[in-house]
């Protein structure tokens, strides 16, 4: 098992910005590939955006494209997630998560969740 944190969710008003961080004491969590996931209510949850363990190498889905950005600090223990130009369709709670296969293309594998930080973006 492996416990991950998230933080830095709130409210915030459409064209803001606010950093996630998602941070776990685990010695294994950097060599986990590293998920961004949400879910808006009624809504299935979607992959956001993942960073790989081994070349730090990344992944969006459209929707974050330009917007969003993942990053890794192995010192830390953290993967924080940056969104800038924030829209009230970004509306959910994030989750992150290990992954259980690589961070390539649209769809990842996770295995290991958080407990979700809530993210509201006004109009």
């Known amino acids: 098992q492996v416990q991950l944190v998230e933080s830095g969710g709130g409210l915030v008003q459409a064209g803001g910005s606010l950093r996630l961080s998602c941070v776990s004491s685990e010695r294994t969590f950097n060599r986990y590939a590293i998920g961004w996931f949400r879910q808006a209510p009624g809504k299935e949850r979607e992959g956001v955006s993942c960073?790989?363990?081994?070349?730090?190498?990344?992944a969006y889905q459209d929707s974050a494209k330009g917007r969003f950005t993942i990053s890794r600090d192995t010192a830390k223990n953290t993967v924080d997630l940056q969104m800038n130009s924030l829209k009230p369709e970004d509306t959910a709670v994030y989750y992150c998560a290990t992954l259980s296969g690589p961070c390539r293309g649209r769809t990842w594998m996770a295995h290991y969740w958080g407990q979700g930080t809530q993210v509201t973006v006004s109009s």
């Open positions: 960073i790989s363990s081994s070349d730090g190498s990344t």
